[in-house]
């Protein structure tokens, strides 16, 4: 069983930034792949960033292009999601997830690639 603890939830204004962090249990084997996901009120959960851990490929929402940032520190068995020039409609509760089966880039953003999940944390961004 692998548990993932987030955090930085926060509330900023319109061009701001957060730093959400994702920190993984011990496990046997390492994820092969770790992933964002948000969702707003009313919406659908939708990919927002995906990091491959074993090279490090990242694959980003079109929204979120430029504005955020997934990376890693195996030691500290964490991901994180730098989170820059934010917009009212990047408000949302925000997961992380880690898979363990094999990973396929185009792909990233699709909720079965993953086999656990964050508790979540409420991003809040204001106009």
């Known amino acids: 069983q692998v548990q993932l603890v987030q955090s930085g939830a926060g509330s900023v204004q319109a061009g701001g930034s957060l730093r959400l962090s994702c920190a993984a249990s011990t496990y046997t084997y390492r994820p092969t792949h770790v992933g964002w996901f948000r969702q707003a009120p009313g919406k659908e959960r939708e990919g927002v960033a995906a990091?491959?851990?074993?090279?490090?490929?990242?694959y980003y929402a079109d929204s979120v292009k430029g504005r955020f940032t997934i990376s890693q520190d195996n030691v500290k068995n964490t991901v994180y999601l730098q989170m820059n020039s934010l917009k009212p409609e990047d408000t949302a509760m925000y997961y992380c997830?880690?898979?363990?089966?094999?990973?396929?880039?185009?792909?990233?953003?699709?909720?079965?690639?993953?086999?656990?999940w964050g508790q979540g944390t409420q991003v809040t961004v204001s106009s």
């Open positions: 997830a880690a898979g363990f089966i094999p990973f396929f880039g185009s792909n990233w953003y699709r909720s079965g690639m993953y086999n656990y």
């Open positions: 990091i491959y851990t074993g090279g490090g490929s990242t």
